[in-house]
Structure formats: structure tokens, C-alpha cells
């Protein structure tokens, strides 16, 4: 089962302070700007995404579980 | 431009006309000179929106650490002199979240996350909601008020010390502390008043938070303090210095910041009748209007940092150990970033000002302060829906960091 997740990080809101890279740093990484971007959306270890998204200082993270689920080809 | 323009602007920073519309003063330099050195503060004056950013979040270029700045000034030959003389100083700065750099700040941050969040600060709401109504009570039977003194100055005082489990009738003690560390911290160079004022709210506030806090961790209770000495990231917990240093740092820091803003936020708002309007017909616009005020009326007009090597932006060299001003409150006027940026628009959407900062140092107290603002403003606008200034002119503390009104008169119905 291929699980998939959406995982949105609002770049308006975003101000790079590095928290959700350090929580959870192979779901998140930087971009030039120094704003965070999800490296992931299917199969990840969605508890540490979700802490991530809780310890976002500016609650610029969203994840939701999308309903459907669908078999690896 | 002519150097004359450029020189007249430089040594016109805490000029009356400066502190009295600094917006203006700031426009100039933003279309100007951007990055700007200013021979009187010794200083690079950075304007314009993303060169803020920028720097903000170039942690290792740019330090916070704001001890280690001081200690850079005293020369090398007094410095132990110093550190005999003001241990208390020399113990607490290297805990100070704002005035850390990696990897302490980090350390210390990603602790206090696991307690302190935006969702954890929406538990407070209800709380802050009953603190504000029992406050404009005693208020209900006055027409005219000084709204600072009266409102803007006990609230945030009260938040605080209710949140970390404190008396309220303490406030004034703990006032009198902050304001002598604040005369340090936003300060510099080697003035003795100025290390002694320090020293000794520094001291002041260690004292009285000491033994509440070391209560707590033999016997825990239900609280944020008890929670802090439980927290953990990577197996490391915060020392007992660190828990005090940070709770008096959060009686420091927690309040004279939300004073200004709730204050230049109601300024802002009366004095644009239309906008206040807006809120007091539908307070479902609270929150952007919150956003926008600490656009346009945040009480951190700037925020210091020191390079940490030779940098060049923008064709500005910028040496190591220059001084740098990030002027928050000029990027929030950045035309480039905000359309029609002097306009008040309480429903304005995206919003993504800096009036809380920006990268690693993004302001720990921002979403108690956004609760705090959202709150007042939503029992103000109900309640004294036709509340009007008694004044025509606004006067400000002539200060380079901090936008603060002297008073706001008003009349409540």
C-alpha cells in the first residue's frame, strides 16, 4: 500500500526558522530562500510530520491525509 | 541622489521628525540606499523587504549574540574587570534566546518547542478573553482614559505573570526590574549606568523567579515551568539556570512589546475610522487586522545584528564585526512586497510581515501577543464600538528600536 499525504507548507507564513528541518530533517529541507519545502508525500512517517507541522513556531505547516489509498503498481 | 541628501539622512535617524514619522524618514532611504552606512551610529541601516530577510536568515553571517557584541566594545584589558563586576549579566546573557547562536539557540529553542507552541497558546485564549473583560469592568463608569496606562500596561503584565503561575499584584516590581534591563539590552557601549541598570534587573528578576521555579521542579505541577524541566530534544533537558534565565527573560520580554503594539495598534485603527468600522461590523476580520497592524504599527521598529565575516550585498561591504540594522518596520512598507504598503486594509491577505522578525529568531512570544491583540481589539470593538482618540498629534519615546506612544487618550463612548 502506497499511503499519500499532503503536505503543505504556506510560504507566506513560512519565516525559515529551521525548526520543522531539525524535527524531522529527511521530510523537510530548505530552498534558496532559506523557506522550508516537504521532501516527501507518500509513505513517510506521517506521527514525525505532524510534530513537525505542531512545533511550526508559525503554524505554517498543514498535512492531510488524503482519503484514498491506492496498490503499488 | 546628492551626498548632502545621503548625510542629512544619516544623522537624522533619532531626530524629532525621525521618531515622529519614521516612515518617511525610512522611505527615503529604502528608494535611496538601501543598505545604507550611517557615520553617526556606526551602523548599516538595511530598508528595503528582502534584504531583511535575507539577513535574518543568514544565522552564520549574522550573529545575535548580543553579549558577545558587548564584550567586543569593552577593551581587551577591562573585560575581566568586567565580567567580575557584572557576573549576573555574564551568567544569564549566554541562555538568552534572542541574543544566542547556534548551537546554543537551537538547543535551548527546540526544547521549549516541545512545551510552546501556537496550538499550546491557543489554550490561553479563554483566560486572556476573562483577564481583558475584568479589566475594561473597572473601565465601564470612566469616559475618558489614558488607554496605555489604563489598559495596554496592566494587560500584558497580567498575562505574563499569570502564565507562569505568578501573583498579579506583583506587577509593578517586576516592571520596575524590566524596565533597568531594558535600559541594558536595547543599549549599547561602555556607559557604567547602563551595565548597572542591567546588572541589576537582570538580578531583580533572577531573584524572583528562582524560587518558584526551583519549587516546581521538586514538585511538579500542571504548568508551563514543571513542563519545561520535562522536556526533552535528543535526550537533552534544559539545566536549572536555563529554566530561570528563560522565565525571567519571558517576564522581560513578554510584555513592554504587546504595551507598544496593542497601543499603535488602536492608534492605527482610530485614527482610521473606516478600518475600525469594518471591525466593529464584522469580527471575523479580527485576526487579519490584527496582522496588519503589526504591519503597520509592530513595536520592534528594528532589530540589531553583527556580521560575523565580510559580506558584499548589493555591492555594499559589509566588514566583520559591523553593526547592522534591520529595519522591520521599513521593510513593512516595501512597495516591492505589499501593494499599496501605506494603506490600512484590515482584511489584507497574503500578509507575511516582519513585524515579529524572521529565521531562526522569529519572536517565541509572537502567538500569545497575536491572542492578546485579537482579543482586546474584539472586546473593544464590541463594547466601546464608538471610542474615539482625544488627541491630535501622537508622541513617541525617541527610541531606535522600539515604537512607543507616550499616551493614548480616549474617550469611550
Same mark, same amino acid.
Given at each position: 500500500?502506497?499511503?499519500?499525504?499532503?503536505?503543505?507548507?504556506?510560504? /507566506?507564513?513560512?519565516?525559515?526558522?529551521?525548526?520543522?528541518? @531539525?524535527? *524531522?530533517?529527511?521530510?523537510?529541507?530548505?530552498?534558496? $530562500?532559506?523557506?522550508?519545502?516537504?521532501?516527501?508525500?507518500? /509513505?513517510?512517517?506521517?506521527?514525525?510530520?505532524?510534530?513537525? @507541522?505542531? *512545533?511550526?513556531?508559525?503554524?505554517?505547516?498543514?498535512? $492531510?491525509?488524503?482519503?484514498?489509498?491506492?496498490?503499488?503498481? | 541622489?546628492?551626498?548632502?541628501?545621503?548625510?542629512?539622512?544619516?544623522?537624522?535617524?533619532?531626530?524629532?521628525?525621525?521618531?515622529?514619522?519614521?516612515?518617511?524618514?525610512?522611505?527615503?532611504?529604502?528608494?535611496?540606499?538601501?543598505?545604507?552606512?550611517?557615520?553617526?551610529?556606526?551602523?548599516?541601516?538595511?530598508?528595503?523587504?528582502?534584504?531583511?530577510?535575507?539577513?535574518?536568515?543568514?544565522?552564520?553571517?549574522?550573529?545575535?549574540?548580543?553579549?558577545?557584541?558587548?564584550?567586543?566594545?569593552?577593551?581587551?584589558?577591562?573585560?575581566?574587570?568586567?565580567?567580575?563586576?557584572?557576573?549576573?549579566?555574564?551568567?544569564?546573557?549566554?541562555?538568552?534566546?534572542?541574543?544566542?547562536?547556534?548551537?546554543?539557540?537551537?538547543?535551548?529553542?527546540?526544547?521549549?518547542?516541545?512545551?510552546?507552541?501556537?496550538?499550546?497558546?491557543?489554550?490561553?485564549?479563554?483566560?486572556?478573553?476573562?483577564?481583558?473583560?475584568?479589566?475594561?469592568?473597572?473601565?465601564?463608569?470612566?469616559?475618558?482614559?489614558?488607554?496605555?496606562?489604563?489598559?495596554?500596561?496592566?494587560?500584558?503584565?497580567?498575562?505574563?505573570?499569570?502564565?507562569?503561575?505568578?501573583?498579579?499584584?506583583?506587577?509593578?516590581?517586576?516592571?520596575?526590574?524590566?524596565?533597568?534591563?531594558?535600559?541594558?539590552?536595547?543599549?549599547?557601549?561602555?556607559?557604567?549606568?547602563?551595565?548597572?541598570?542591567?546588572?541589576?534587573?537582570?538580578?531583580?528578576?533572577?531573584?524572583?523567579?528562582?524560587?518558584?521555579?526551583?519549587?516546581?521542579?521538586?514538585?511538579?505541577?500542571?504548568?508551563?515551568?514543571?513542563?519545561?524541566?520535562?522536556?526533552?530534544?535528543?535526550?537533552?533537558?534544559?539545566?536549572?539556570?536555563?529554566?530561570?534565565?528563560?522565565?525571567?527573560?519571558?517576564?522581560?520580554?513578554?510584555?513592554?512589546?504587546?504595551?507598544?503594539?496593542?497601543?499603535?495598534?488602536?492608534?492605527?485603527?482610530?485614527?482610521?475610522?473606516?478600518?475600525?468600522?469594518?471591525?466593529?461590523?464584522?469580527?471575523?476580520?479580527?485576526?487579519?487586522?490584527?496582522?496588519?497592524?503589526?504591519?503597520?504599527?509592530?513595536?520592534?521598529?528594528?532589530?540589531?545584528?553583527?556580521?560575523?565575516?565580510?559580506?558584499?550585498?548589493?555591492?555594499?561591504?559589509?566588514?566583520?564585526?559591523?553593526?547592522?540594522?534591520?529595519?522591520?518596520?521599513?521593510?513593512?512598507?516595501?512597495?516591492?512586497?505589499?501593494?499599496?504598503?501605506?494603506?490600512?486594509?484590515?482584511?489584507?491577505?497574503?500578509?507575511?510581515?516582519?513585524?515579529?522578525?524572521?529565521?531562526?529568531?522569529?519572536?517565541?512570544?509572537?502567538?500569545?501577543?497575536?491572542?492578546?491583540?485579537?482579543?482586546?481589539?474584539?472586546?473593544?470593538?464590541?463594547?466601546?464600538?464608538?471610542?474615539?482618540?482625544?488627541?491630535?498629534?501622537?508622541?513617541?519615546?525617541?527610541?531606535?528600536?522600539?515604537?512607543?506612544?507616550?499616551?493614548?487618550?480616549?474617550?469611550?463612548?
Amino acid at each position: 500500500m502506497v499511503r499519500e499525504f499532503r503536505i503543505k507548507v504556506d510560504h /507566506n507564513k513560512c519565516v525559515g526558522s529551521r525548526i520543522c528541518t @531539525a524535527v *524531522a530533517p529527511t521530510k523537510f529541507q530548505l530552498n534558496a $530562500e532559506g523557506q522550508a519545502v516537504p521532501t516527501t508525500s507518500q /509513505n513517510c512517517n506521517l506521527k514525525l510530520i505532524q510534530t513537525a @507541522a505542531e *512545533a511550526c513556531p508559525v503554524g505554517a505547516i498543514e498535512v $492531510e491525509t488524503l482519503d484514498e489509498t491506492k496498490r503499488e503498481s | 541622489m546628492t551626498s548632502t541628501l545621503k548625510e542629512k539622512l544619516a544623522d537624522d535617524i533619532l531626530s524629532p521628525e525621525a521618531i515622529h514619522n519614521p516612515e518617511s524618514y525610512f522611505a527615503r532611504l529604502r528608494e535611496e540606499d538601501p543598505i545604507h552606512w550611517n557615520e553617526k551610529q556606526k551602523m548599516w541601516v538595511v530598508t528595503r523587504y528582502e534584504d531583511v530577510v535575507f539577513i535574518c536568515r543568514q544565522p552564520k553571517l549574522f550573529s545575535s549574540d548580543k553579549l558577545g557584541f558587548n564584550v567586543t566594545q569593552i577593551p581587551e584589558s577591562k573585560r575581566a574587570k568586567y565580567q567580575e563586576q557584572f557576573p549576573d549579566i555574564f551568567s544569564a546573557y549566554p541562555h538568552i534566546l534572542s541574543a544566542t547562536d547556534n548551537p546554543v539557540h537551537d538547543q535551548i529553542r527546540l526544547i521549549v518547542n516541545q512545551v510552546w507552541t501556537p496550538v499550546q497558546a491557543e489554550k490561553w485564549r479563554l483566560r486572556i478573553r476573562g483577564l481583558i473583560h475584568r479589566l475594561l469592568d473597572d473601565l465601564e463608569n470612566k469616559d475618558e482614559i489614558d488607554f496605555i496606562k489604563d489598559f495596554t500596561l496592566p494587560l500584558p503584565l497580567r498575562v505574563i505573570l499569570e502564565f507562569l503561575g505568578f501573583a498579579q499584584e506583583d506587577w509593578k516590581q517586576v516592571k520596575k526590574y524590566s524596565d533597568r534591563w531594558l535600559a541594558f539590552h536595547f543599549g549599547s557601549g561602555l556607559d557604567a549606568e547602563r551595565w548597572h541598570s542591567g546588572a541589576e534587573g537582570i538580578k531583580g528578576l533572577i531573584d524572583y523567579v528562582q524560587p518558584r521555579v526551583c519549587d516546581l521542579k521538586s514538585n511538579p505541577q500542571d504548568d508551563y515551568i514543571s513542563a519545561l524541566f520535562k522536556a526533552e530534544w535528543k535526550g537533552q533537558r534544559l539545566s536549572d539556570q536555563q529554566v530561570i534565565v528563560h522565565c525571567a527573560t519571558m517576564l522581560f520580554a513578554g510584555h513592554e512589546t504587546t504595551t507598544n503594539l496593542l497601543a499603535n495598534g488602536l492608534h492605527i485603527l482610530l485614527s482610521n475610522r473606516d478600518q475600525w468600522s469594518r471591525i466593529c461590523a464584522d469580527p471575523s476580520l479580527i485576526a487579519s487586522a490584527v496582522e496588519e497592524i503589526i504591519r503597520l504599527g509592530g513595536s520592534i521598529k528594528s532589530m540589531m545584528r553583527y556580521a560575523l565575516d565580510d559580506i558584499e550585498i548589493k555591492g555594499k561591504k559589509i566588514k566583520k564585526g559591523d553593526l547592522v540594522l534591520l529595519v522591520n518596520t521599513s521593510a513593512n512598507r516595501d512597495s516591492r512586497k505589499f501593494s499599496c504598503p501605506h494603506q490600512v486594509d484590515v482584511a489584507r491577505r497574503p500578509n507575511a510581515h516582519l513585524g515579529f522578525g524572521q529565521g531562526i529568531h522569529i519572536c517565541l512570544g509572537a502567538p500569545l501577543a497575536r491572542i492578546e491583540a485579537q482579543e482586546a481589539y474584539l472586546a473593544l470593538s464590541q463594547r466601546f464600538p464608538a471610542m474615539k482618540l482625544l488627541m491630535k498629534d501622537a508622541e513617541y519615546y525617541p527610541l531606535l528600536r522600539a515604537r512607543a506612544l507616550k499616551s493614548l487618550p480616549v474617550v469611550l463612548r
